[in-house]
């Protein structure tokens, strides 16, 4: 008997075997009337770092420059430097095709208005810039966007504050296509080409929070979004024994379109070797003391 043949007869019911459907009940039959099929390209992931280094760093960096940086711009830079390691995943997606851009800009998400509201900087060339000259522009223009004065966000918050509800949606949507899809920019209205870069980054640290995974919103236009949490001791084992480590969790939300397991993986390795020794990366700051303490 031909293979195919044999495959059509053993797919068949064995005799006096039927098979029968089922009705779905109780949950599953729930769960069936409130969701349709999937449509959600979103994936989650995380790992954990010892951050004794990562610490250190900080210490360091702060001392030598007087900048304020933070572990949140570390993690954007680790971020950076992945990015720039692997190119073929610094990428937009427009109809179909990626699109490589034409640098790494990282978004970093800051607090405005007393911390009641969020707004954004967007550092352009990130992997070419050391940790100090990010956490000086991201302060600097973060103190722009809480008075609205910054002039990549200020007037577009302003248009969006004043704009209906009922035309939020599609005006969102036209900035999206406007900004992202066809790469625009609209200087008399504040309106920037790829306003949030190649990824975001946001901390909830700050909060207390150890872990956490964020959305990402389609006029977003972009692959993944990290949230850096809070430095906390845990226990974790070392050479056989259970000791207490400054860890630090770090969490993505991606978007399947750009990245399947593998590219993920990719970035992951890269961003994880830069936040467990970053003098290694920026020798500039060699040489610190042991470290002082958690920072955020």
Partial sequence: MAPEARRRRSARPAPGRTRVATRAQGWRKIAAATWGEPVDPQIYGDFDVDAERLLAFVDQARQATGAH??????????????????????????????????SVDIFFVVAVDGGRDLSGVKVVGADRKSVAEIAEEVGRRAGSARTGDDAEFGKAKKVLAVTPRPLLRAGLRLHAWLTSDHDAEIHRLGIARQPFGSGMITSVGMFGVHRAYAPLSPFYRLPFLALVSEVTEKPVVRDGEIVARPMLTVSATIDHRYYDGSHAAKLATSVRAYLDDPFAFEPAFAGAAEPAGQRR
Avoid at 87 to 95: D, Y
């Fill in 69 to 102: 940086v933070t572990v949140t711009h570390v993690v954007g830079k680790s971020v950076a430097h992945a990015l720039a390691e692997h190119p073929s995943l610094n990428t937009r997606l427009v109809r179909g095709r990626f699109v490589p851009r034409d």
